[in-house]
């Protein structure tokens, strides 16, 4: 069975850091990329940025919106995926999630989510 | 950014009887490779979201048939044949053959 765990999120000051983590387990970890998508608090969802499989590069790709204070990567070796978020903002409360990406597809598994509260 | 653009945004329906969700995009959704990276997802209350359908009209195993979803180009569409109670929730279109991949506001189905 497919199952993807988020952890890490709880409250942080504007400015601080995050890492959050995503533990993936019932596949071969390696061979997808993997996504993490958000959902502000009564909001719709937003595409944070996601981390290509080692096969076709392990390249990252971000949105505007984060682009510069977030970082994704990934341990193959452990099956995780980290969403590294630097300079919070109040604007990036929310819940994260992480998505399972098969080649040439989106989103085919979502985690549970965790939530991001940045607050002073 | 490709701007998805869902309607209805809130859609009340009575049991038993269909719906349709229209998404259409600011620009075309075919990829190089001929693919068309236009997928649909279901948020219950208090839920992460799950993916119905894939690349247009493809449906997810476990997917129930009343489900279904078509379209081409800029246009598309998911439809219920007949909504039942555990239908009730967000649902969202989303496009990923241009990054950055973006959604639709969501369309909220509730039970009239």
């Known amino acids: 069975e497919v199952q993807l765990v988020e952890s890490g999120g709880g409250l942080v000051q504007p400015g601080r850091s995050l890492r959050l983590s995503c533990t993936a387990s019932?596949?071969?970890?390696?061979?997808?990329?993997m996504s993490w998508v958000r959902q502000a608090p009564g909001k719709g969802l937003e595409w944070v940025g996601f981390i290509r499989s080692k096969a076709y590069g392990g390249t990252t790709e971000y949105a505007a919106s984060v682009k510069g204070r977030f970082t994704i990567s990934r341990d193959d070796s452990k099956s995780i995926a980290y969403l590294q978020m630097n300079s919070l903002k109040t604007e990036d409360t929310a819940v994260y999630y992480c998505?399972?990406?098969?080649?040439?597809?989106?989103?085919?598994?979502w985690g549970q989510g965790t939530l991001v509260t940045v607050s002073s | 950014d490709v701007v998805m653009t869902q309607s209805p945004l809130s859609l009340p329906v009575t049991l038993g009887q269909p719906a349709s969700i229209s998404c259409r995009s600011s620009q075309s959704l075919v990829y190089n490779d001929g693919n068309t990276y236009l997928n649909w997802f279901q948020q219950r209350p208090g839920q992460s979201p799950r993916r119905l359908i894939y690349k247009v009209s493809n449906r997810d195993s476990g997917v129930p048939d009343r489900f279904s979803g078509s379209g081409s180009g800029t246009d598309f569409t998911l439809k219920i044949s007949r909504v039942e109670a555990e239908d009730v929730g967000v649902y969202y279109c989303v496009q990923g053959t241009h990054w950055p991949y973006t959604f639709g506001q969501g369309t909220k189905l509730e039970i009239k």
């Open positions: 019932g596949f071969t970890f390696g061979d997808y990329a």
């Open positions: 998505t399972r990406d098969p080649p040439w597809d989106l989103a085919d598994y």
